[in-house]
């Protein structure tokens, strides 16, 4: 079998980063397995620009900023295999892979899981009605549209505030469709501010918070749906009903990390995250299998995915030189107002940069990082929004022992 | 005095941004983070711009489309009239990133750039 120290699954802005970072740190046997034809991940069809401002210092559209890392994994003459889909994966970190010359396996030292996220689909949400065509996930419609061609629709309604939805009212716009509406269940947008203002507002298409798409109609082609408002519990008010017609209903309703991998090979995965329970290193409950990106948490920027990814790969080029990690038996829990956290876990004894979402937006606040009595940490907050990524670090000298280290939001 | 509220687009931060004015004139912006958001906004109330991001057909490539960009943000009236020149150009692979494919775009002082490496691919015409 075929012998590796490090297998990244995945060939996307986390695999590519954690593989330039490794590399750099002399870790030289690695193998980046991607299933598509080309690395680079979801942004081959984010042509948009916005990325890079936090790495980079400029903007960028998204094949440019994932060929950056593509350049410097050619650079640094880093192995990877295309068109190449990981089939399983054990705890002992045997990958097997089918590829187009047939079954290949390896057995690594380190693997690391950066498969990334996929989208939460009509069925998931269980919209009653017809199912005719017409109905596609954000980022199929952008793919179709940005990579293959294919314009999805004419008369579109978007059912979902998310970031991907916002950017596909751009697009579809500009390339002649017009965007009727965007329905959000929550009253609140999923997406950045500034994808609503540059998105939405710039093209005068109506955001409607506290709406759903109740019933859609249609047989062969999808004619239109029905949209009620909603109550705070979330379901239809009766009474409010309105009927749009539509040839298209994009669906941009939450993305969720890939994991069946991870699952296989034995990582507990947090129900908050829906991604890998990880320590300070990124590194799962098994040894040696680590997870950054969307595979870990969905990110608000791909900024941050790479940044994660690199601070993964200092984590894991320390357990390839000596074989384990600090052992990290101090939890990470929040209160009810934040949804989730990264990591779930620390050694107490390191310096890290914890990662979470709000629940809910929030005005002036501040965010307090206590062990009991101890405060670590208080990081005050202009604002802080469920559509925003919050990070900053947390100093390993300010840490206790022992004792749980508890994450709070204060509103001021 | 008279006021008018903007998000600020040019980071992820997406401060908002209070600006106080008089006919023309600024005489107050608070809530930016930093200066570029005194700055967009400055802009935003007089002349708002943007850059656009789209793709053109390309022959010989893997895909059926390059993507491609503005690298300089153009007045917010000419979106549609940039992008239906962009409509009229069309590729041959192999293209690289940074490569001119409109220079002046409606003589508006940007210019149209691909933004994706394609390799001319033997089987492709």
Do not use: W
Request: aromatic content about 4%.
């Amino acid at each position: 079998m075929e012998q590796r120290d490090v297998v990244i699954i995945g060939g996307g802005p986390a695999g590519l980063a954690a593989a330039v970072k490794l590399k750099e740190k002399e870790i030289n046997d690695i193998l980046i397995i991607e299933r598509e034809r080309q690395l680079g991940g979801i942004l081959r069809q984010c042509i948009h620009d916005g990325f890079g401002l936090t790495r980079f210092g400029e903007t960028l559209s998204g094949p440019e900023y994932s060929q950056r890392f593509i350049d410097e994994v050619e650079t640094l003459g880093i192995d990877f295999i295309t068109n190449a889909t990981v089939i399983d994966l054990t705890g002992d970190k045997i990958v097997t892979v089918a590829t187009r010359d047939g079954l290949l396996q390896v057995q690594a030292k380190t693997v690391i899981l950066a498969m990334g996220c996929r989208e939460r689909t009509r069925g998931a949400l269980a919209i009653p009605g017809t199912r005719p065509s017409g109905i596609y996930n954000a980022g199929v419609a952008q793919s179709y549209i940005n990579l293959f061609n294919t314009m999805v629709g004419k008369e579109v309604i978007i059912m979902g505030s998310g970031d991907i939805g916002l950017i596909m009212a751009r697009r579809l716009t500009l390339e002649g469709a017009h965007v009727k509406a965007v329905f959000e269940v929550l009253p609140y947008p999923s997406g950045l501010p500034r994808n609503i203002e540059q998105c939405l507002h710039d093209y005068d298409i109506p955001l409607y918070l506290s709406h759903s798409v109740i019933e859609i109609k249609g047989n062969e082609r999808i004619e239109g749906v029905r949209v009620a408002e909603v109550g705070t519990d979330l379901k239809p008010i009766p009474g409010t009903e309105k009927d749009f017609s539509c040839d298209t209903l994009i669906l941009s309703v939450g993305l969720i990390p890939e994991n069946e991998l991870s699952l296989a090979a034995g990582a507990v995965l947090d129900e908050r995250t829906k991604g890998a329970f990880v320590d300070e290193n990124f590194q799962t409950n098994v040894p040696g299998i680590f997870a950054a990106g969307n595979v870990l948490h969905v990110h608000d920027l791909v900024d941050f995915v790479s940044l994660e990814a690199e601070a993964l790969a200092e984590g894991a080029a320390q357990y390839l030189k000596r074989g384990y990690l600090e052992a990290c038996d101090i939890p990470v829990e929040t209160d009810a107002k934040i949804g989730h956290v990264i990591p779930q876990r620390i050694s107490g004894k390191k310096n890290f940069r914890m990662s979470m979402r709000v629940r809910k937006p929030t005005g002036k606040c501040r965010i307090e990082v206590r062990q009991g009595e101890h405060l670590i940490k208080s990081v005050p907050l202009p604002k802080a929004l469920p559509a925003e990524m919050i990070q900053f670090e947390v100093e390993a000298d300010q840490i206790l022992p022992n004792g749980k280290i508890e994450v709070s939001v204060y509103e001021k | 005095m008279k006021s008018r509220t903007f998000v600020c687009i040019v980071c992820p931060n997406g401060c908002t941004v209070e600006v106080q004015y008089e006919e023309q004139e600024v005489l107050a912006i608070s809530g930016n983070k930093c200066k570029k958001g005194a700055e967009y906004v400055t802009q935003e109330m007089t002349d708002p711009r943007r850059t656009i991001a789209t793709t053109v057909p390309i022959s010989g490539a893997e895909l059926p489309l390059c993507s491609v960009r503005l690298t300089k943000a153009i007045p917010k009236k000419d979106i549609f009239r940039v992008m239906e020149e962009i409509r009229k150009v069309s590729l041959e692979a192999p293209v690289t990133i940074g490569q001119t494919v409109i220079r002046n775009v409606c003589g508006l002082d940007s210019d149209v750039i691909v933004t994706k490496n394609m390799k001319r691919e033997m089987n492709k015409n």
